[in-house]
T-cell receptor, first 110, second 117 residues
């Protein structure tokens, strides 16, 4: 079962930042936090991952709390094409299977 | 940008028939996975494969399923005798091999929609 808790849905206005929260209170010290998204029924798309430090790439930023019990994915300027289901996944090591929960359905509204 | 390729994009088969779903992982990746997603449900892990053998499998991956890497590029999922409840999207994924525990992302293909009638 997924070790994370996410809100089932969120709305965001186009052009605004989308902040997607995730709780992972039982995360262990060597588990990473991964974020993926799924647009319609396409294959899940990797967004970003981190261990302890905040991370940023061309798609998003990942903010992990100091106690590592929660994190926030930030899409800085959401567009209509960012409408998708976003999955927060805790994963032990690089090649262990990803365990998907139900994710957060983000709707970006014009 | 390298990508995972799956064929066919859509397959319709009669109940009881065998199907083979094909995947071409990213070329320098050595870990391969199959997942499935029944319409409206979560993405579920089926099996992972490394060094020509199964490294992990879920309860879903029973005796009707098998995986194979028949050559240097393809990775296949065979369902021997399909059932109506096998209708789903099947996703292949691949990731780099790490010689140490560390972080690496898995990349997914666009999926094969299997419809069993």
């Amino acid at each position: 079962d997924a070790k994370t808790t996410q809100p089932p849905s969120m709305d965001c206005a186009e052009g605004r930042a989308a902040n997607l929260p995730c709780n992972h209170s039982t995360i262990s010290g060597n588990e990473y936090v991964y974020w993926y998204r799924q647009i319609h029924s396409q294959g899940p798309q990797y967004i970003i991952h981190g261990l302890k430090n905040n991370e940023t790439n061309e798609m998003a930023s990942l903010i992990i709390t100091e106690d590592r019990k929660s994190s926030t994915l930030i899409l800085p300027h959401a567009t209509l094409r960012d409408t998708a289901v976003y999955y927060c996944i805790v994963r032990y090591s690089g090649n262990t299977p990803l365990v998907f929960g139900k994710g957060t359905r983000l709707s970006v509204i014009a | 940008e390298p990508e995972v390729t799956q064929t066919p994009s859509h397959q319709v088969t009669q109940m009881g028939q065998e199907v083979i779903l094909r995947c071409v992982p990213i070329s320098n990746h050595l870990y391969f996975y199959w997942y499935r997603q029944i319409l409206g449900q979560k993405v579920e892990f089926l099996v992972s494969f490394y060094n020509n053998e199964i490294s992990e499998k879920s309860e879903i991956f029973d005796d009707q399923f098998s995986v194979e890497r028949p050559d240097g590029s393809n990775f296949t999922l065979k369902i021997r005798s399909t059932k109506l409840e096998d209708s789903a999207m099947y996703f292949c994924a691949s990731s780099e091999n790490l010689s140490w525990e560390g972080d690496t992302e898995a990349f997914f293909g666009q999926g094969t929609r299997l419809t069993v009638v």
